[in-house]
């Protein structure tokens, strides 16, 4: 009787303290895990897609995109400007945590480097033995620095290193892993159009990469100014389109005390007399991209395998003669690139992964770019550093339809560190919005229910003083201060 209880007691406590299977979505046994694909628009605005009801063009490779997975309708980009856009993007910290917080430039060529020992998105699935590839405009450091893309977790990195020499799409150079790869075509004119260039290196990357599984991420310049495309039979079909608004011209372009060479480095945008027809050309060029990709999945038999996320980094600009006023390119929402009014910061959000998410599929879950990381790696049930502070939160169940365990934030925080200063938060439904730090006796917080004034048209700050008092709170505690991009928000924490 007594080896019997002594069995049962050994059995027990070997039972308890087995290893014990976590939820992961890649399981033993699977044939390799699943290959993921990230693919960022420049400057596209959430109503830039027929998909989220653009009516002036199609886009109906990126609609099928849509119809094949999941399309969001209440994700939002990690600033309302590029660099920092997308350090929250790869980092899962939103703009008052992650490194990079704002647009800065170092010359002749980059901007300020992310650190070396940042915790990123390339860095984690590298661990997990996956082949890294960035293809098109980088803009978190500048070249042979420590936030180079190379030294950041990119295996392979091909096209603009500066988001400001990324102004032109005919340039002297672009770099192949930190290393210039001259176009001197490009010299005596416009010559060698670069989006096809970064196009086919990623295309190419596919390839040699379907046997492994790869994370590509392929964030293409177009259709950022300059408003530049071929002229070819697709751009004379929109300029046939449609009625020209003010052809753009630069005057730097016409002083004859400049070379190229100083207009390049410059980051000045080239004259042109169709912008409208030119930006939808351009869209017209990102669609048919989005279309070759998932035709090569297909075709190497790893469609199926392939998770395939398409999102924008900003809202939509008027840089360059770009009319986003003509084509609404904000959707049903107020504000363009560098505000933060949901026209902004709002942007489409679509994932596609055969299998896994139910075609044809819509969530309105508040969801932003610092979420990617931690889905990733719930996806993949990896272990994030318990050292590393994460904004995000996983939206892995409403990628599997199971809205009612999917967690949600407390609130959405952006902080902006041009024009003076601008902070915004999302709680909920309501909205707070804060313009002109720089000047604390006229910077006053905006309130407004999205839910019923997507527009934000209506503020509701007087009639909801407990809103206010709650953004107060958030935008005391939601960022951690920064040498490098100190903020004006941070002299108005006490009001």
């Given at each position: ?372 990381l931690p889905t990733v790696a719930d996806i993949l049930d ?114």
């Open positions: 009787m007594k080896k019997l209880v002594l069995s049962i007691i050994v059995g027990f406590f070997l039972f308890s303290c087995a290893p014990k299977t976590k939820k992961a979505v890649v399981k033993e046994g699977t044939l390799k895990k699943p290959n993921i694909i990230f693919i960022l628009a420049d400057d596209a605005g959430w109503g830039d897609f027929s998909c989220y009801g653009q009516e002036k063009f199609t886009t109906p490779n990126i609609d099928a995109l849509a119809s094949s997975g999941i399309k969001f309708t209440d994700h939002y980009a990690g600033s309302s400007v590029c660099a920092p856009s997308r350090s929250a993007l790869l980092t899962g910290q939103h703009t008052g945590h992650t490194p990079i917080r704002g647009n800065k430039e170092v010359m002749p060529e980059g901007q300020i480097p992310i650190p070396a020992d940042v915790y990123s998105l390339p860095k984690m699935l590298k661990q997990e033995g996956y082949t890294t590839g960035m293809f098109g405009k980088w803009g978190l450091g500048y070249p042979e620095s420590e936030g180079a893309p190379n030294v950041q977790g990119f295996d392979e990195f091909y096209g603009y290193n500066c988001q400001r020499l990324a102004h032109t799409y005919y340039p002297l150079y672009l770099r192949h892993n930190g290393v210039k790869v001259p176009l001197p075509e490009n010299e005596k004119g416009q010559n060698t159009y670069t989006h096809h260039l970064i196009h086919q290196e990623a295309m190419a990357f596919i390839e040699d990469n379907k046997d492994n599984p790869f994370f590509l991420y392929l964030p293409y310049t177009i259709p950022h100014a300059e408003m530049t495309v071929e002229e070819d039979s697709i751009f004379q079909k929109y300029k046939e389109i449609y009625p020209q608004g003010k052809p753009f011209v630069h005057k730097k372009n016409h002083d004859p005390s400049l070379s190229h060479e100083d207009r390049f480095y410059g980051g000045v945008y080239a004259d042109q007399a169709y912008p409208r027809a030119a930006f939808a050309t351009m869209m017209h060029h990102l669609d048919n991209s989005v279309g070759d990709v998932m035709s090569k999945l297909k075709e190497l038999g790893i469609d199926e395998n392939t998770i395939v996320i398409f999102s924008s980094d900003n809202g939509p600009h008027k840089e360059g003669g770009a009319d986003p006023y003509y084509f609404n390119s904000f959707g049903p929402f107020k504000g363009v690139k560098r505000d933060l009014y949901e026209g902004g910061i709002r942007v489409p959000y679509i994932v596609s992964w055969p299998g896994k998410i139910k075609p044809n599929s819509t969530s309105s879950h508040p969801s932003a770019f610092w979420d990617l990896i272990e994030v550093p318990k050292s590393v502070e994460i904004d995000g939160i996983s939206f892995l169940p409403t990628l599997e339809g199971q809205s009612k365990k999917q967690k949600k934030h407390d609130y959405l925080y952006w902080e902006f560190h041009e024009a003076g200063g601008r902070r915004a938060v999302r709680i909920g439904d309501w909205k707070a919005v804060q313009y002109r730090l720089n000047k604390p006796n006229k910077s006053k917080i905006e309130v407004y229910n999205l839910k019923e004034d997507p527009k934000e048209s209506n503020n509701l700050a007087d009639q909801k003083p407990e809103i206010v008092q709650k953004a107060k709170e958030i935008f005391a505690t939601a960022r951690t201060s920064s040498a490098v991009f100190p903020f004006q928000g941070e002299k108005l924490k006490g009001i």
